[in-house]
């Protein structure tokens, strides 16, 4: 079975720009993940789906930041108006059933690795 | 808010030795904690889980880590490391209930292995 995949692997912009970044969950999974890790720090949560709807944004850093999961599958991260600051290795995750429930797991994809100029 | 800190930023160890990582965390209620490893070039990975019942959990290619709740820990450990082993090490922690299931993160822990 296929894991977490994301589209693009490395994405460079020019400040102010848009980007969108795209996560394809693992089959089957309800809840999905994006986090973003900056260098030398752990992962950071931004936002979190089950199913269609965003059940916790409480980690986007601004009104800059949106995702979407129109379908409960497919999720795209987008960001408007880029800074610098932005540039840092953005994760996505899925996982059975989300929730805290016991045993649920969180698989991670390989990463986008945006780069802003 | 719930943290976690993992207290080694990088360890150096020859072939066959001993490995432990300490990993502490802050929250109120239950938790889950889970060791993530991140090979070099590679996406992150599950090592190991800990979810309830026995408080020393198994993971893959060795690993074990061991939940203390009255220190708040759950420190990885591994009695032989091999070169393969070398990795950037996470620990993470999330609520068992009522939280969520967003998981946060220690800065981690670069592990290298000279043969």
């Known amino acids: 079975g296929a894991g977490v995949s994301q589209t693009p692997s490395n994405k460079v912009t020019e400040k102010g720009k848009y980007v969108e970044l795209r996560c394809d969950p693992i089959?089957?999974?309800?809840?999905l993940y994006w986090y973003r890790q900056s260098l030398g720090q752990g992962p950071e949560f931004l936002i979190y789906f089950q199913g269609t709807g965003a059940a916790d944004d409480s980690g986007l850093p601004n009104d800059r930041f949106f995702a979407v999961r129109p379908e409960g599958s497919v999720s795209t991260l987008k960001i408007q108006r880029t800074e610098r600051g932005d540039s840092a290795v953005y994760l996505c995750?899925?996982?059975?059933?989300?929730?805290?429930?016991?045993?649920?797991?969180?698989?991670f994809g390989p990463g986008t690795r945006l780069t802003v100029l | 808010a719930q943290s976690v800190s993992q207290h080694n930023h990088h360890v150096i160890l020859s072939e066959a030795a001993s490995l432990e990582l300490g990993c502490n965390y802050s929250y109120g209620g239950t938790v889950n904690l889970f060791w993530y490893v991140q090979y070099p070039g590679q996406h992150l990975q599950l090592l190991l889980k800990?979810?309830?019942?026995?408080?020393l959990v198994k993971g893959i290619k060795g690993f074990e880590a061991e939940f203390i709740k009255s220190k708040f820990s759950f420190n990885l450990r591994k009695p032989s490391v091999q070169w393969s082993d070398t990795a950037e090490y996470f620990c993470a922690v999330n609520a068992a209930t009522g939280g969520g299931n967003k998981l946060t993160f220690g800065t981690g822990t670069q592990l290298k292995v000279e043969l």
């Open positions: 089959s089957g999974h309800t809840a």
């Open positions: 800990y979810f309830s019942g026995d408080p």
């Open positions: 995750a899925s996982s059975l059933t989300g929730g805290g429930a016991a045993g649920d797991t969180q698989y």
